[in-house]
């Protein structure tokens, strides 16, 4: 099973739509078991993929609530996606997790992706990372042997990223296998400051950058207000082709097979 955590502390850059359009198209395009773990209590990528209403999501893992995966996850309307849905119940998790619990947290998705892999349930399970580096975020990137970063093409977010994939590659003292497969520069748009923002972020060659960038249009935030990926909201606009694109890329270099319907 590949695994991909989608990771930025900073809010808005696009982790959810990220996250959403990844599990989308690698389970229509590419016909993959995918699974898509909602770790942000704010639960965007739950609303989107789910019809409203009460779930026990990752919370209830990480508590030690709920003992198998399958207890909590849930089919969307999209053959071949499945969502282990957030709820609010993420946000007060690190109040509770102090000290010793925290590792209690990081344990009980690695053993949830272990018991996934010995049930050859999915093909790739992506998880979608709140803005920060709370215990659930700390434990999905521990239980993922990828990390997606994706940034805003402003300076801020260039100049970011450096401390990021510090923070990340200290975590590999707890998961050697850890990588940060690539940046993805999300609301391209034209405009002097985000080419240099870009070329700044390629040049500096610490961390692969996607080839694809993701264009700014106003069919996403349409798309979030309606709760629906982008992919059924406008497909032909120019995000849901990047995102198409991207995918592709993405999957050429994973090794995963693209377009295999
Ligand atoms: N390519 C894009 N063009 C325009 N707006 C976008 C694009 N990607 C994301 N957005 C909008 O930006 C906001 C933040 O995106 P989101 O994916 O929720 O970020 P995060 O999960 O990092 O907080 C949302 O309103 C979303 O609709
Ligand atoms: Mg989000």
Redesign the pocket.
Known sequence: MKTFA?V?R???????????NLAYVLATGCRLRVLLVDA?G?A??TQILLPPGEYAGLGALLRGYACCWDELVIPTDVDGLHVLPAAEDLGALDLEAAGGDRSRCYRAVRDMREALEEDGAYDVMVI?CP?NLSAACVAAILASDSVII?VLSDACSATGVGDLVEQIASLRSLHPALRVAGVLV???HRSPVVEVSVAYLREEGMVPVYDTV????????????ARMA?QQWSPFC??AR?YRAWVAELAAKEGIKYGQA
């Open positions: 989608i930025n900073k809010g808005g850059v696009g982790k959810t739509t990220t996250a959403v942000d704010q965007n990528a979608d803005p994706p999300n609301q391209w993701i264009r700014r249009t106003d069919k996403v935030p349409e798309s979030s207000w982008v120019s995000a990047d």
